[in-house]
């Protein structure tokens, strides 16, 4: 019983490591970024409006590895405490309980048709009528310095037949700063292929935290 | 009857709470109106003296407190709501429901609001929640900072607040601030008219002007939030008293008002992962003229705690807290001449309580905890201000060592 309760924990618990989110916004919202800490203090209700004074609502979700990783990754507490933390302003008379959504669905319906309203979903969801803000300043997507570089070995075929084009990668980073996984967003498949391959090897600076970056790989053939 | 009825409303509300989610909403003029309430019982048996005005020596579950409020957003920057609250501590607040606050709150910016009504005042950590156990794991929180007897001492004013959060650049955190003033009007059932009629004497009316201050500062080190408060205060009291030896038999008018009443406190916390620690540093500076003008006390207070708590798993949280009150006082004139003496040595146990406190918390579900808790204290703080123990509920005198069992449950939604 325990070894099934142990399971089902790490489960829960890597569930929600390994999940994917990503940060929505009303596109009355002109940012296209945040930074993290104004997310916190947005969602935390130390703040009310962005820094060019648009007024946010922050919209959570009730549970789940979506919002377990976003309390985690952003907030810096646990769902519990969270809601400890929102009853204390609640009974002391400075605060309301924010809104709380189930699904992902309801959250980008919610979203999309509130002015200032900033939630969060899993990076898969689909995101009709909202924008995605780009969160800088975490551990998570912080600038790495590139400490060794591999240029891409540009396909021959290719080059002679005068083919370039950009390809646009997004790797993830470890701690250590070795190139963990590379997710390809765009560009010539077989250009992408010798960029994956040199990307790969690429070493970053050490980090607290693994990290995400999106990175694009020209191809010239008059190079 | 009727507050029995009260009870078991507030109670049975709590109870089918169960499964709705964190916010109780109904609409209302077309507005999304919030509603939360909360009920506490607790049991309180000590091993020698009277506690907190109960019977604790015989065992005491007169302490009881429970509250509910309704809450609205009027516009995006503006937010209203209000709280009653009541409660019986042995032989103080006695059920008198009160109006715990009322406010109307305007956020223009991130670094500038205002709110105003009834405000619960911004004192250290805990001082506008500590009648909320269930936010906490222990049932008392160190009586040194926050004496669940004195609570009107601290806990509000009629006025307003200016507060807000600035970001420091580079990286450096936020400071949030808050600055306030208004009125604070204590309950005729509270620890210090309490303690005075032992002496005979009755308030009318006690309170004041109050203003001060908070700067908290969450520092750049995850999880660490350190901070200080200041509060001035302007109180006075009327009543009535007798004056034994005097004028004995014979109820003759009395006030009295503070030349200096002050509060410096300075706090920190730390919260990482499963762990919470806090620490806290008050002093308490309070020059009253009593007795109409006919007498002098000073009363001078230091106290801290230093606490920590750990989240043993999602229903389970363990914790310590070590709790050191000091009191030296000064008497004159009739205080004086009435034989009262002047006591500074706080290494005397009617000079101190130092408290060590162990405590464990269980959440039977996300709206229902228990709590039992053990407070081993020493000495018990016997002067012109009061900490918890009391002459009229302990006739036959102190005894150094007290040993207390606290069991404690909350409802909340």
């Known amino acids: 019983m325990l070894v099934v309760a142990a399971a089902v924990i790490g489960c829960t618990l890597s569930s929600a490591l390994a999940t994917e989110i990503k940060v929505i916004a009303n596109p009355n919202i002109k940012a296209d970024t945040i930074s993290a800490n104004e997310l916190k203090g947005l969602f935390l209700e130390e703040k009310i409006s962005l820094a060019d004074g648009t007024h946010i609502e922050p919209v959570f979700k009730k549970t789940g590895p979506v919002h377990e990783k976003f309390l985690q990754e952003y907030i810096g507490k646990s769902a519990d405490d969270l809601r400890t933390y929102y009853r204390a302003l609640v009974f002391s008379g400075r605060a309301s309980m924010p809104k709380e959504l189930g699904s992902d669905a309801e959250v980008v319906a919610y979203v999309s048709k509130t002015r200032g309203a900033i939630g969060y979903v899993s990076a898969e969801a689909g995101a009709e009528g909202v924008k995605t803000l780009a969160v800088i300043g975490s551990g998570r997507n912080a600038p790495r310095t590139l400490v060794t570089r591999i240029e891409p070995k540009y396909p021959e075929t290719l080059q002679k037949l005068n083919i370039g084009g950009i390809v646009r990668l997004q790797v993830t980073i470890s701690p250590k700063g070795n190139v963990e996984n590379v997710e390809l967003l765009g560009g010539n498949p077989i250009l992408a292929e010798a960029a994956i391959a040199a990307v790969r090897q690429w070493i970053y600076a050490p980090a607290p935290a693994r990290t995400t970056a999106e990175i694009s790989i020209p191809f010239d053939a008059n190079r | ?413």
């Open chain 2, 1 to 413: 009857m009727r507050r029995q009825m009260l009870k078991l409303a507030v109670f049975c509300a709590c109870w089918c709470a169960g499964s709705v989610s964190l916010a109780q909403e109904f609409k209302f003029l077309n507005r999304e109106i919030q509603v939360h309430g909360f009920a506490s019982q607790a049991f309180v048996k000590t091993d020698e003296n009277n506690w907190l005005t109960m019977d604790t020596s015989d065992g005491s579950a007169a302490f009881t407190d429970f509250g509910v409020n309704l809450s609205t957003h009027l516009t995006d920057k503006m937010f209203a709501g209000a709280q009653l609250y009541d409660r019986n501590l042995g032989q103080l607040g006695q059920y008198h429901p009160s109006l715990d606050w009322a406010v109307v709150d305007y956020r223009f910016r991130n670094w500038f609001g205002v709110r105003g009504g009834k405000v619960k005042t911004i004192l250290g950590l805990y001082n506008a929640t500590q009648d909320q156990d269930f936010l906490r794991t222990f049932a008392l929180l160190p009586q040194s900072m926050y004496p669940t007897d004195l609570r009107d001492a601290t806990i509000a004013h009629v006025g307003g607040d200016i507060y807000g959060t600035i970001s420091l650049k580079h990286n450096l955190g936020d400071f949030s601030y808050t600055v306030y003033a208004g009125h604070r009007s204590d309950s005729l059932y509270s620890g210090y008219p309490y303690l005075l009629s032992q002496f005979g004497t009755l308030f009318s009316r006690f309170g004041g002007l109050q203003y001060g201050g908070d700067l908290r500062w969450s520092t750049p080190l995850k999880g660490l939030l350190i901070g200080a408060s200041r509060l001035d205060q302007d109180t006075s009291g009327k009543g009535t008293s007798l004056i034994p030896g005097v004028f004995p038999g014979i109820r003759i008018p009395y006030s009295e008002y503070s030349k200096a009443d002050w509060t410096n406190q300075f706090y920190g916390e730390f919260a990482r992962g499963r762990f919470l620690i806090d620490a806290e540093y008050r002093r308490y500076y309070r020059d009253q003229i009593v007795f109409s003008g006919a007498g002098a006390d000073l009363d001078d207070v230091r106290g801290w705690y230093v606490s920590g708590t750990y989240r043993v798993s999602k229903r389970i949280r363990l914790g310590s807290y070590y709790s050191h009150y000091g009191i030296a006082n000064a008497v004159g004139g009739l205080l004086a001449t009435l034989g009262l003496p002047n006591m500074s040595d706080t290494g005397l146990p009617a000079n101190h309580l130092y408290d060590k406190v162990v405590s464990a918390r269980i959440d039977l579900n996300r709206y229902w905890n228990v709590k039992v808790e053990g407070h081993f204290m020493n000495g018990y703080a016997d002067s012109t201000y009061p900490d918890g123990f009391y002459p009229q509920v302990n006739p036959r005198g102190f005894k150094t060592d007290t040993n207390a069992l606290v069991v404690r449950t909350s409802i909340y939604f």
